[in-house]
């Protein structure tokens, strides 16, 4: 608030040349990341001189591709149309996770019976929900919704499960000597408490959602991220292959960001970490 | 219930507690305790002779294994609701809420007791100023010394005004002189309101500065010896009575 009061009062050149200066110093902070990346850009562009063009394609073609997708409406649509599956799906498998997660952290009969379902649940791979869905479902979104149910549902309720659990009895006792109802515990110790594994369960899953979505897809939609590989594939087009990974992987990076910043808004209670065990 | 019912009742109490192993713990046995309408007692004891056991009990987080227990003529266990707006508790650890600012914690009682939010923070901020807190009103706890968090927590009770003050070593974490400031701060509140008051310490002076009554406990959990305390004592005389004190729990711990 402060600098930004202060930056208003500065004229133009002035204001431009601190701009500048932020920007510089935005960027040395980020010099780790910005000279890895350079490093691998490098070696592929150099590569690419070496090798056939359809098996490793010049920066530039990728470049090329991926504004291609960017600039042009349909093609974004079939980014947010992964997207939307994603999300929908996630918001789906959160609110029945939720649900579940919570009955098993209050009530020690549905915790024993759902417990080892769900890590039962969770060793079954990816795949073999897509050719399940595949068998059981004709519906394309359906089969999408289904496996995106399937693979992220028990992520959350053990997630949110555990976050239950881990609510010290110290503070439950401390507020239940204040004889409080049943909703005043909820909403000032159960829910305050819960929320940093509700954010740990987004930031999981929606990893765990990306890949899964994208595998679902090649089957049967067409539409979507996954669609666009499977032509690229078909087609031998490695630039379009690798736009299309590289657009998606924008836009999971975006909403993981998104949580981040929630994440610094909602617990800001929380000790900020000092450095771990490097240093 | 008349004036001269005991307010606190604790007849043949037994809390064994059962680990998951099937393991049996008996932390409390044959406990039996009276306390009368404003009472001051401090209670003391080696270290796991079940004190804040029995204080769990007696705020009916627990429910006793056997025997009864009164708190102004109810069962704080089984008429729980009963209780709400009547016990005040100063606990052994700071138990802040961690994504609560000291003022949000210390008022956290009147938010359930459903005061308006004016006077929830003034009567918290006002709390925290006579603390010593005042410029650390919106810390997170973990922005705060060990300390100002026990502190924070004595606010937290000293916002309500319960009819049953409990005081789990509520002076252990501080230096000697601010402890002493504090513990003048909630003599004068107890003797003011004269609220019944139960104090769990290991600090035999402060046993004989705030408590009327002295409650020595042994393992597990039972009466050794309850005494009046000299008011008024000599520096000899309060020796005396430390040693006589300390001899109580050491001959208890030989026979143990
Ligand atoms: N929930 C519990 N489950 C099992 N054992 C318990 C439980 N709570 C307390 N105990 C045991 O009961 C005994 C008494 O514990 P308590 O906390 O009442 O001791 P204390 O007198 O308050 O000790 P201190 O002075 O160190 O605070 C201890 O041996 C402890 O291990
Ligand atoms: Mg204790």
Redesign the interface.
């Known amino acids: 608030m402060e600098s930004e009061a202060t930056r208003s009062e500065l004229s133009p050149a002035r204001a431009q040349e601190a701009w500048h200066a932020r920007l510089l110093s935005v960027l040395a902070a980020r010099k780790e990341p910005i000279i890895s990346f350079g490093v691998i850009l490098a070696a592929w562009q150099v590569a690419s001189f070496f090798l056939p063009p359809y098996l490793v394609p010049g920066v530039g073609a990728i470049l090329a591709a991926f504004i291609e997708i960017v600039a042009s409406l349909t093609l974004l649509g079939d980014v947010l149309t992964t997207m939307g599956r994603i999300f929908l799906g996630l918001v789906l498998a959160f609110i029945t996770g939720t649900i579940l997660g919570v009955f098993m952290g209050f009530t020690e009969t549905v915790e024993k019976y759902t417990l080892p379902v769900l890590h039962f649940i969770m060793g079954i791979p990816a795949l073999s929900w897509v050719v399940f869905a595949i068998i059981w479902f004709s519906h394309v979104e359906t089969r999408i919704a289904f496996i995106l149910l399937a693979g992220c549902l028990p992520n959350y309720a053990l997630i949110i499960h555990d976050g239950i659990k881990s609510i010290s009895k ?2 439950l ?8 109802t049943r909703k ?1 515990l909820f909403s ?2 159960i829910l ?2 819960m ?1 940093p594994a509700v954010l740990t369960s987004w930031k999981v899953n929606l990893g765990l959602a990306a890949r899964v979505v994208i595998v679902a897809e090649l089957v049967g939609a067409t539409r979507g991220v996954g669609n666009k590989l499977l032509l690229a594939q078909e087609l031998f087009e490695m630039p379009k292959a690798i736009a299309w990974t590289l657009v998606l992987v924008t836009f999971l990076l975006i909403s993981q960001f998104v949580i981040l910043f929630l994440e610094h808004k909602l ?5 900020a970490k000092q450095g771990g065990m490097a240093t | 219930m008349n004036a001269a019912d005991p307010v606190v009742q604790m007849q043949d109490v037994q809390m064994v507690f059962t680990s998951v192993d099937g393991d049996r713990f008996t932390a409390v046995e044959g406990l039996d305790l009276e306390v009368g309408s404003g009472d001051v007692v401090a209670i003391v004891g080696k270290t796991g002779c079940g004190k804040s056991t029995t204080f ?1 009990l007696l ?3 627990e429910r006793p294994t056997s025997g009864s227990i009164q708190l102004l003529g109810h069962d704080p266990h089984k008429e ?2 009963w ?3 009547k ?1 005040g ?1 100063i ?1 052994q ?1 700071d ?1 802040l ?5 000291a003022l949000e914690n210390a008022r ?2 009147l ?3 459903d005061y308006s939010e004016k006077e929830q923070n003034d009567i918290a901020l006002q709390w925290l100023h006579k603390l010593e807190l005042q410029g650390f009103e919106d810390a ?3 922005e705060l010394s060990g300390g100002m968090r026990q502190r924070v927590g004595m606010a937290r009770a000293f916002c ?1 005004t319960p009819e049953i003050f409990f005081a789990d070593e509520a002076f252990g974490h501080l230096d000697q002189s601010t402890a002493r400031r504090l513990r003048e701060v909630f003599l004068e509140l107890v003797t003011e309101s004269r609220k019944t008051c139960l104090l769990i310490t290991h600090n035999i002076h402060e046993a004989l500065e705030i408590g009327s009554r002295l409650v020595i406990l042994g393992k597990p959990g039972h009466v050794l010896a309850d005494m009046e305390t000299p008011t008024n004592a000599t520096r000899a005389e309060m020796a005396e009575f430390e040693d006589r004190v300390l001899d109580i729990i050491e001959a208890n711990e030989v026979v143990g």
């Open positions: 110290e503070y006792d401390m507020l239940r000597a204040l004889r409080p005043q000032k110790l305050p408490g929320i617990l800001r209670w929380r000790p | 769990n705020l009916g987080l729980f609701d209780f709400r707006s016990l508790v606990f650890t138990r809420l961690p994504w609560r600012t956290v009682g938010e359930i007791l997170y706890p973990h309500l």
